[in-house]
Structures are given as structure tokens and as C-alpha cells.
């Protein structure tokens, strides 16, 4: 069995024992089954990594020896922050989990005009927190030791207005530039992809107006989580680290 890598919320210090949070504990008991002894990876998000071992396991518990810190860093030299229209069912969540294997740096999921999803604050903020711990999951899969920051829930014409140095892209079937003939920046890109429904054409002229710039990826008509994913592919694959 490969070594597990688990998420620990906590400062880790070498040569200390900790308890595990009790979603891992869970994990570790009664899922992997893992014993006393057994090899784990954490990480915190400070972006190192740290070997330790299990010492106690019990039914609802379990608490583990740091030996060692590693510097291990699997970070894209691309910053992008993706803004995502909220979908409905499990495409939000899927487009989440891929863009953070993939090694977007922030997300931000957005209301628009053809947003399907309809919730008080109170499911937000579950909704916000269920994408959390997606987020977690996915960089306890893929490597990483860096936590992709999850911004709250905001309008799509609050978060087109933010200052940023980043190049500002929306993707859009239509458009006449390919993503391939772009200069991105240094500080990178600031990725805006719609729901289901697209974006409407009054969105569009108003994301224009503020300096996002549409660009395609070929001349078929993507779903939502399709285009997210086909997006930050190619951007890595031209600028980062694909």
C-alpha cells in the first residue's frame, strides 16, 4: 500500500506528536485500516511535506511522530485564479477538484445571469466548505503541499472589477483570438469560465469593458467543466508546467 498523504490543519514540528483531526482519524481507522507503525505524508499547506508514523490508532483517534520535514515542491510557475460560474449538481465540484490538480493558485465561484443555483447564505456557506474540503482532498491526491485559496462566493461583476496585474481571459466559442497566441504576464492569468448556460451577451460586453478578453480553444462548444479543465491544461501546457 502506497503511503498515505493526509492534510493537517495545524503547525507540524519535527520530532513532535500530533492528534490527527478527527475526519483523517476517521480515514486512517476505519477506511485505509492503517496499524501502529505505519508510514504517513502530511502537510499543512506552508508548502513542505513531513514523514511521520503512526503511534496511536484507536477507534476514533489517531496521533502520529513527525520525523522528518521535506522541501518538496510540485507548485506551477503559472498563476492562475479561475473564476467559476456555478453550475448545477456535481459539475461545480468537478471543475473545483481538476482545476486544483491541475495547479490553479486561487478560485472564486461566481453568480451570473444563467447561474442555475439558487441558495440562502447559510447553503453557501456549506456549499463553501463541502468545496473546502474538496480542495484538501485533491492536494492530498495529486502532491501538493500548497492549499489553492477559495475565495466566497461573489457576483461575476464584483470580481470582473477587481484590480489585478493578471491577464484577464474569458473563454468563449466564438471568439477570434486562440488561447495559444497569448503573452501571459508574470503575474499570470485571471481565467473567467461560465456555467451551463454561457455567459449573455450583455455579460460579455460588460467583462470587455472592464479588460477581460475572450479567447477560444477551438470551434466546438464546451461544457462548463470541460472548458475550466481544457483551459488551465493548455495554459500550463504553453506557460507552466505540463
Known sequence: MRIPRIYHPDLLIVDRTIDLTPDAANHIVSVLRLSEGHPLVLFNGDGNEYSAELVSVKKRQASALVDAKLSISVESGLNIHLGQGVSRGDRMDFAIQKAVELGVTEITPLITERCGVKLSAERWEKKSIQWQKLIISACEQCGRNQIPILHPCMSIHDWTRQSTNQ???????????????????????????????????????????????????????????????????????IHGDL
Do not use: C, M, N, W
Request: hydrophobic fraction near 45%; charged fraction near 20%.
Open 167 to 237: 491577464l484577464r481571459l474569458t473563454l468563449h466559442p466564438k471568439a477570434d483570438k486562440s488561447i495559444k497566441d497569448l503573452a501571459i504576464p508574470p503575474a499570470g492569468v485571471k481565467l473567467l469560465i461560465g456555467p451551463e448556460g454561457g455567459f449573455s451577451e450583455t455579460e460579455i460586453y460588460a467583462t470587455e469593458q472592464v479588460g477581460f478578453q475572450t479567447v477560444q480553444l477551438g470551434p466546438r462548444v464546451l461544457r462548463t467543466e470541460t472548458a475550466a479543465i481544457a483551459t488551465i491544461a493548455v495554459l500550463q501546457a
